[in-house]
């Protein structure tokens, strides 16, 4: 993995996790030119992510030769494990410390459409949000997977045109009343976009530079806090994709960096579980009508070092010991081992 790409994953996931602290402790009202920006505009974190998943995807399926089902639950043991754990918290949390997270409702039904990664109404009222809310976003990932799994029946170089054309084909089906409104979000083309920078990558069309990358990074910013997310794909998924692509420009200068390496490592369990930590800090601070500040400060280094554990204990060893499970399995019936 490109350390530049892995430093401005958990960038991306810092952003999201300062825009659910205006959410949570200040219901996105701010006074600060600070707080108003990650207010309005720190959910582009999700748009970064998306470019570098469908990036991450890309390149890390070159040159190998994959099943479909394998890719798939390849994606469901790196996924869904640590999600599931969360979930599960979160939906204890609603169900038996419901002052905690008082804008939701526990509901069977629904949780097990959110651990199936069906998207469906919150029973909260507020949208289409599973009972990890951050978890919406994974919906996507795996729709994103599924179609890129249907992908390895052409070859390799028709793979970024298969999955173009099958999303403008879904495009056309979700006009149906009958499908949800969840996929009618243009947002999933991010992941195309990200595609397309591993192919431009592959083929050594991203040269390596500093101060243009540079410029590249302060326009797409401009042009994030210029506009809202009314046209999203347009107005913060073209400025995160070259955001994604200059940060690979810049790669000599990240390379060989553990810190900020590792820091990626330790996003996806940082995004996961930000909201119940932070929620846990708002309740704890309106019981004991503390001030706001410290009480954040605490639990952004809750969040922090509960990521970094996260990582270390469940997804590292989770994940190797389920592939190495699988995978015995697979020998003995003959079958391609995971990667």
Not at 88 to 111: C, G, K, R, S
Not at 162 to 172: E, R
Not at 287 to 304: G, K, M, N, Q
């Amino acid at each position: 993995m490109l350390v530049s790409v892995q430093a401005l994953r958990a960038l991306a996931a810092w952003v999201v996790v300062f825009h659910h602290v205006m959410q949570v402790f200040f219901n996105f009202q701010a006074g600060s030119f600070i707080g108003r920006l990650f207010a309005e505009r720190g959910a582009v974190g999700v748009d970064i992510f998306f470019v570098i998943s469908g990036l991450v995807i890309y390149l890390s399926t070159q040159g190998k030769c994959i099943t479909p089902w394998r890719f798939m639950l390849n994606r469901v043991l790196r996924i869904a494990p640590v999600y599931w754990l969360y979930s599960l918290i979160a939906a204890l949390i609603i169900a038996f410390a419901n002052p905690v997270m008082p804008v939701q409702e526990f509901d069977l039904h629904h949780l097990l459409l959110s651990l199936l990664f069906i998207p469906a109404e919150n029973p909260g009222g507020f949208g289409l949000y599973p009972t990890l809310n951050v978890g919406w976003t994974l919906n996507y990932e795996m729709f994103f997977y599924l179609l890129f799994a249907l992908a390895f029946v052409v070859t390799e170089r028709l793979r970024l045109l298969f999955i173009v054309v099958a999303l403008a084909a879904f495009s056309l089906l979700a006009t149906q009343p009958w499908m949800s409104d969840f996929y009618r979000n243009s947002i999933v083309y991010e992941f195309i976009f990200g595609m397309l920078l591993g192919m431009l990558y592959k083929r050594g069309w991203i040269r390596d530079g500093l101060w243009l990358p540079l410029l590249v990074i302060a326009a797409s910013l401009l042009t994030i806090f210029h506009f809202d997310n009314s046209m999203r794909l347009l107005h913060w998924g073209v400025p995160s994709a070259l955001i994604v692509a200059a940060c690979i420009a810049m790669e000599p200068w990240f390379k060989g960096n553990r810190v900020l390496a590792h820091m990626g490592d330790c996003s996806y369990s940082v995004y996961l579980l930000h909201v119940i930590v932070l929620s846990l800090g708002w309740y704890l601070q309106a019981s004991l009508d503390l001030a706001p500040a410290p009480v954040i400060a605490a639990c952004i280094a809750v969040i922090a070092l509960a990521g970094w554990a996260s990582y270390e204990l469940l997804e590292k060893r989770l994940v190797v010991r389920a592939k190495v499970w699988v995978g015995e399995r697979a020998e003995r019936r003959g079958l391609q081992p995971l990667s």
